[in-house]
């Protein structure tokens, strides 16, 4: 069996945990170091990108994270984890992990937009309408030249992959479908 890590300090970890045990991959929550080993991919969850970062950073798990995933280890960051992904975040003065070429915009949908569900087929995921659940969720206002743009919403960027990295601003993971974890398996 395949196995992919949660990172499990906050946000919604037992909705990727249930996802990817339906489509048969071995899934459990990762909080220390010790627990990335034989993991052969990595989920970062939506949640607070500021409460996630602080417990990747005490815990060392952050640094042990980076290291793996510049010697090929893949991993996917959906909405709190887009933002600790990215090597730039327009509105905070600080940043994560920095792996990923994406330039995202935290909260980016403000006002009455905060949280909604928009209904997209997906290229090269799913040609039905994926049901794309945002909650306070990032854009990307601009990629890098190796980052591939798997979708836009209105102009921006809400899915991208670079090599081993992907990223969602939206939650597949609070939906019924199982598209976006059998992809991200598919990387594996
Ligand atoms: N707004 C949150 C942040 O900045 C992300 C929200 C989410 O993950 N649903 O971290």
Not at 81 to 108: F, P, S, T
Not at 168 to 186: G, N, R, V
Request: aromatic residues 8%.
């Amino acid at each position: 069996y395949m196995k992919i890590g949660v990172v499990a300090f906050q946000g919604a970890v037992r909705e990727h945990i249930e996802m990817l045990k339906k489509i048969e991959v071995q899934a459990f929550p990762v909080k220390k170091r010790e627990e990335l080993f034989g993991v052969d991919g990595l989920i970062l969850p939506g949640g607070e990108s500021t409460v996630i970062g602080k417990f990747l950073r005490d815990s060392g798990l952050g640094d042990e994270i980076v290291k793996l995933v510049k010697n090929g280890m893949p991993i996917w960051g959906t909405c709190a984890g887009m933002i600790l992904l990215a090597k730039h975040i327009v509105n905070q003065d600080y940043v994560h992990l920095g792996l990923m070429d994406i330039k995202v915009k935290r909260n980016a949908y403000g006002g009455q937009l905060e949280s909604f569900v928009a209904r997209k087929p997906v290229p090269g995921i799913s040609k039905r309408p994926l049901e794309l659940v945002f909650i306070r969720a990032p854009y990307a206002e601009k990629v890098g030249t190796g980052v591939d743009v798997i979708l836009e919403l209105d102009g921006k960027v809400v899915a991208a992959k670079q090599d081993n990295m992907l990223a969602t601003a939206f939650h597949p993971e609070l939906t019924e479908d199982e598209s976006f974890h059998k992809y991200f398996a598919e990387m594996i």
